[in-house]
């Protein structure tokens, strides 16, 4: 919630001042929800407070209350002495949903959370405060070698990827076009799913040979095995497989601005003369930046410091800087509102 327009009495000014301060209830009884599994057990069907408390060993008195507030907060719905699912957590807070967020709303509970617990301190000192943000880029490597804990991670990134794949697969004119590259692809989400709106497309995913495996999970999942295949390497190092079209997502803002260079600068040999690179990411538009951007933004220098936050016109520059030439700048309609720059490679 924002302040937005201020209240017309003292008391509702207050009780806005009051409810940002306790916003964080509303997150953690949705985390909470998802950690213990309560709208996975009710895809079910629906359950009473009893039932609930023994299938998921709950068994704090106040349970009745927490699946009260769940209701208040219109994921479930209740009807007599059973709770169901809302419409809302059915489609995107059941596991095995194409739209599944649960994923997401782990990870923060895992990270993220913890990390703005420490704001106050990271804002005094400028340095981040997640569990891995003494790794730097190494945390991805540690992350990946327990492919449990990986795929936590891909859960997370599908969750919000999913939608700007969509984007991507509706804004760009693929019809001329025959091989796509997803450079930072993970295990392939965004790939497949461009993939499945155009047939005609053949993919590749460049990223950490140790997700291979949950690469080839998932694109049997989405069943795309034969149209989007892996390469393992390092991309800084590794020339990158040539292709019509280069996706970089939430990628650049990972490195400084010299190794963006060194990454762009690759991008534009691997890509066929008259085909084009997609670059989107949480950019910084001094014209329009709204709340979420500023907040998206803040949250990614609470995981890591070594991050390197820029701006739409740095993304032009860069691009121009590494012979691209950009024809289109747009904000995408996914989670994060991600600003999206298409550029160019001249014939």
Known sequence: MTLGAAPSSS???ARAVIGLNTAYFRTKALQSAVEL??????????????TIQEKLAVQHR???????????????ERDGAEYRNSELAAEFLVTGQPTYLGGTCAQHARLHYHAWGRLTEALRDGHAKSAVAAQGAAAYLDYYRDLDKARQVMTHMDAHNGFTADELARQLDWSGYTTFTDVGGARGNVAARIARAHPHLRGVVVDLPALRPLFDERMRELGTTDRVRFAGGDFFVDPLPASDVLILGHVLADWPADKRMRLLRNAYQAVSPGGRIAVYDVMIDPSGDDLETLLQRLNSAMI??????????????????????VERVFRADTITRDHVVIARKAV
């Open 304 to 325: 890591r410091d070594d991050n390197s936050a820029y701006s739409v016109s740095d993304c032009e520059g860069h691009l121009r800087e590494a012979g691209f030439e």
């Open 11 to 13: 008391v509702a000014r």
């Open 37 to 50: 599994g309560v709208f996975d057990l009710l895809a079910d069907g629906p359950a009473t407070v009893e």
């Open 62 to 76: 106040l349970t009745h209350d927490f699946l009260d507030a769940l209701v208040g907060l219109e994921l479930l």
